[in-house]
């Protein structure tokens, strides 16, 4: 199997100001002693195999109930509700880490896998700042109207890169 997508990736958590899981390799204890990070994924353009993945959206949710290194993950994958069946079985192969690539690194150190749920994935794009929101689950806070400054600080937490990714099944090649 393999898959490529190239688009944009952001992230977010609890942490006050900035996450320390960053800097320490994922060894300091988070802002909050537990943490609740979502991983963002925008596809401009992908392909798993022969399926097309081009616009879609997969949203990896964790929450971490100390240091992030210290495993014991409790993780979520929300797919774009607009993908079709194979799709979705695609973009959870890719979210999950099933497919290899990125994902697979976080494999050991998820404790509970919650599953996947098909949902309405909105992101929004904007000069330099990136939200995404999934009603009923995750939605952009307070600080992306800018209501306090903490808050505000927070939203602008987002970490955000272009990404282009390629992974081929037993080739041990991973390009990000």
Known sequence: ???QIRGEYFETCSCDYVCPC???????RPTQGWCVVALVQHIDQ???????LDGLNFVVVA??????????????LIVDERANAEQKDALTAI??????GPMAALGPLIGNFLGVESRAIKVESSSNRRSVS???VLCPGPGSRGDDRRERHRADVFRERRT???YKAGSGEEHG
């Open 1 to 3: 199997m393999a898959w």
């Open 22 to 28: 960053i800097s320490s390799n994922l060894a300091a």
């Open 46 to 52: 992908g392909q798993f195999n022969d399926v097309t």
């Open 63 to 76: 929450r971490t109930p100390e240091e992030m290194g210290k495993g014991n993950w409790s993780v979520g």
């Open 95 to 100: 979210g999950s880490g099933q497919a290899g």
């Open 134 to 136: 999934i009603p009923d």
């Open 164 to 166: 282009s990714c390629k």
